[in-house]
């Protein structure tokens, strides 16, 4: 069994220091609250031991349960300790529970909404808190700090960061006003690293949507809040409670939408929310909005910034007064480097929503990185035990339909249906054949972890991983079951560094136009005459493993193939146009991505047949790097493993037919009677 390691550090409390005093290192601020301490400022460590665990924390999925995670109850009791009595300037505070991050982990700034409470992290933070180290600004409700010298108090801790670590870059979350102060914070720091990550950003104010509500709010008392908690208590029974509360909640519904529409929805937690929203505060949140937005607009050009945009879905109606689609496509168009994912069920505050988890999206979107440049090996960071269960519940209906079976060859040449003849250490190079779609490695990566805790790095396509603007290459969320498992663009340097950091990597030599043939091309090889993959792994004393799968053709059948799509003229145009972006992906690479054009082949499904994947002897490379380092000897090397990874099709090809559960209903009725966790038997394998 595969052993990981993980790093845990420890923690120190420092001294605690007003925000309007500078420590040395960073600023500090102390918190006051007349029932707890809520949250403090933590120093840590930036290096910690190291500790070996050696049970496969994969080899169970099906009984792991969603880490804990406070509810919106819970940041609304929190809420109730930062209403702002103790009054004061903005200040930060690091939650508690980001006590046990790894060892150089880049800082995280998080700048609230509308709320200013600071805690809109406040279910993320056990696992922000674990890669990152969080801090967090909060605003009093008292504060009236105008937006430039908000952006000012940013800039002093970024400029102190940077000053430390000048080659770790800098996170900062915005949501909703605080994105557009970020923007502001990039614009005027061109020459630091910063990370934006903007939840919802507004770029832009309708005065003519605004001016209404704060009309609204003029007319009403100051007093009205306060006589309504105490003489009413917002119980039930009270009818003037319940018509204020319908009011307000349809006023806000309608002039405010998303903003403040998903905090009131809460009505039961209207006397925390109105103790953060007295009425002079709201008038002063909207106009700091309105001021941070206009700020934004004008500046956002000047970012360089690397950006990640969170977006819920903008419809048509009482929302469309902040987040305006036509806003949001020029603000990702001015930002050289963005990527903008988009939540169609999910309102304006993301991150206190359920099946939003910013770390696992920031991890999916490789925007996690712990030096300048991104690094696909050192930066990645491997799935949770239930990141890996949500992946394979995302599979489950391709992996029911197609029931892998999943073979491997021992030492003596024995077949064994298990990854028992796999080897444990790296570096190991897997070498076989695209099935159509390439899907074979969704499967296998997740079996791979599953019985072996062993991370497949595949090598794939550079258009899972970037998308120029305005080109029309796939939504890279299509690709986020990929880039979880690990997936890493292809190129010399990237296969080279994995094979060095003892990897288990997995290779298409026939790479795209493999898993894109054309008709009648089902498990056909399309390898290049020379391939350097031999000499590269000889060089990191690598095993090769050569394997075939087959099956796609009991998947789906090809009506409409790259011939057929050339022959249709706004096909023809797509498929030419998305060429032309793809090579302008390709940075010189050849090879496996080299004259490969991108298209979608039309398929229709079948009666689902089974995938089969047979792994074969390892070739050792180790102590040959001299002999393989002959470009002749290489080649020989290369054609024997071409050669296995067309032996193991044959045989699965013959062996599948004696399968008696090759086809569904037999798999059906095999589940239905041993369950559906079981493991389908395949053909007997002792008459190899």
């Given at each position: 069994m595969a052993i990981s390691t993980v790093r845990i550090t420890d923690g120190i409390c420092p001294v605690f220091s007003p925000v309007s005093r500078r420590a040395h290192n960073r600023d500090f601020s102390y918190w006051k609250s007349t029932r707890r301490l809520t949250s403090v400022a933590i120093g840590r460590l930036r290096d910690g031991g190291k500790v070996t665990a050696t049970v496969n924390p994969y080899s169970n999925t099906d009984a792991v349960r969603p880490e804990e995670r406070k509810s919106l109850t819970d940041f609304l009791a929190e809420v109730r300790d930062f209403d702002g009595g103790d009054g004061g300037p903005p200040r930060w505070f690091s939650p508690l529970e980001c006590g046990a991050r790894a060892p150089?982990?880049?800082?995280?700034?998080?700048?609230?909404?509308?709320?200013?409470?600071?805690?809109?992290?406040?279910?993320?933070?056990?696992?922000?808190?674990?890669i990152f180290d969080i801090w967090c600004l909060h605003f009093p409700v008292s504060d009236r700090t105008p937006a430039r010298e908000i952006v000012k108090l940013i800039e002093r801790i970024v400029r102190s960061e940077y000053y430390r670590y000048p080659k770790t870059p800098i996170y900062i979350v915005g949501d909703s006003i605080g994105a557009c102060l970020a923007l502001d914070v990039a614009a005027s720091n061109p020459d630091i690293d910063i990370v934006l990550i903007l939840a919802n950003p507004v770029?832009?104010?309708?005065?003519?949507?605004?001016?209404?509500?704060?009309?609204l709010l003029e007319l009403l008392p100051d007093e009205v809040p306060c006589l309504i908690e105490e003489n009413f208590g917002f119980k039930q029974g009270y009818p003037f409670a319940a018509m204020f509360e319908s009011m307000l909640n349809e006023t806000v519904a309608q002039m405010s939408g998303g903003l403040l529409g998903d905090f009131f929805k809460t009505s039961a937690n209207l006397p925390t929310l109105i103790k953060i929203f007295p009425k002079d505060t709201l008038l002063w949140k909207l106009q700091l909005l309105k001021s941070a937005s206009a700020s934004a607009k004008s500046r956002m050009y000047t970012v360089k910034a690397?950006?990640?945009?969170?977006?819920r879905s903008i419809n048509f109606g009482h929302d469309q007064w902040l987040l305006n689609k036509e806003d949001i496509e020029k603000l990702r168009c001015a930002l050289p480097k963005c990527e903008v994912r988009k939540f169609e069920n999910n309102g304006q505050f993301l991150f206190l929503e359920d099946g939003v988890d910013l770390a696992t999206i920031?991890?999916?979107?490789?925007?996690?990185?712990?030096?300048?440049?991104?690094?696909?090996?050192?930066?990645y960071i491997r799935p949770t035990p239930f990141e890996l269960k949500e992946f394979e519940k995302s599979q489950r209906l391709l992996t029911d339909a197609i029931s892998p079976v999943f073979l491997s060859t021992l030492d003596n040449g024995t077949i064994v249906r298990s990854l028992a003849g796999i080897p444990s250490?790296?570096?190991?190079?897997?070498?076989?054949?695209?099935?159509?779609?390439?899907?074979?490695?969704?499967?296998?990566?997740i079996h791979f972890l599953k019985e072996r805790n062993i991370s497949l790095r595949g090598l794939a396509h550079p258009v899972m991983f970037t998308k120029k603007s305005g080109s029309k290459l796939p939504d890279l969320q299509m690709f986020d079951s990929v880039r979880i498992i690990g997936a890493v663009p292809v190129s010399n340097m990237n296969f080279y560094k994995l094979l060095r950091s003892k990897a288990h990597v997995v290779l298409y030599p026939g790479g795209v136009r493999e898993a894109l043939h054309?008709?009648?091309?089902?498990?056909?090889?399309?390898?290049?005459?020379?391939?350097?993959?031999?000499?590269?792994?000889?060089?990191?004393?690598?095993?090769?493993?050569?394997?075939?799968?087959?099956?796609?053709?009991?998947?789906?059948?090809?009506?409409?193939?790259?011939?057929d799509q050339m022959k249709i003229p706004f096909l023809k145009d797509v498929i030419e146009e998305i060429t032309q972006d793809t090579i302008k992906l390709r940075n010189g690479e050849e090879g496996e991505v080299g004259n490969q054009d991108l298209h979608m082949p039309g398929i229709i499904p079948k009666i689902p047949g089974r995938f089969y994947v047979c792994f074969g002897k390892p070739i050792e490379t180790k102590g040959r790097e001299k002999e393989l380092n002959d470009k002749e000897k290489a080649h020989e090397v290369y054609l024997q493993v071409k050669s296995e990874v067309e032996r193991s099709m044959t045989y699965?090809?013959?062996?599948?037919?004696?399968?008696?559960?090759?086809?569904?209903?037999?798999?059906?009725?095999?589940?239905?009677?041993?369950?559906?966790?079981?493991?389908?038997?395949?053909?007997?394998?002792?008459d190899n």
């Open positions: 150089g982990s880049p800082l995280l700034l998080y700048i609230p909404g509308i709320d200013g409470t600071g805690l809109g992290l406040t279910r993320q933070h056990k696992r922000l808190g674990e770029t832009r104010f309708n005065n003519l949507m605004l001016q209404p509500l704060l009309s690397q950006t990640l945009i969170l977006l920031i991890k999916i979107a490789y925007y996690y990185r712990r030096g300048k440049k991104l690094d696909y090996i050192s930066d250490e790296g570096p190991v190079l897997y070498v076989g054949n695209h099935m159509l779609l390439g899907i074979e490695l969704r499967p296998a990566a054309r008709k009648g091309e089902e498990y056909k090889l399309f390898w290049p005459e020379h391939s350097e993959f031999v000499r590269i792994a000889s060089k990191c004393g690598a095993k090769i493993i050569p394997f075939g799968a087959v099956g796609e053709d009991d998947l789906c059948q090809i009506v409409l193939d790259y011939n699965l090809k013959m062996k599948r037919e004696s399968d008696p559960y090759r086809n569904i209903l037999p798999r059906l009725l095999y589940y239905l009677s041993h369950g559906f966790s079981s493991q389908i038997p395949t053909f007997d394998l002792r």
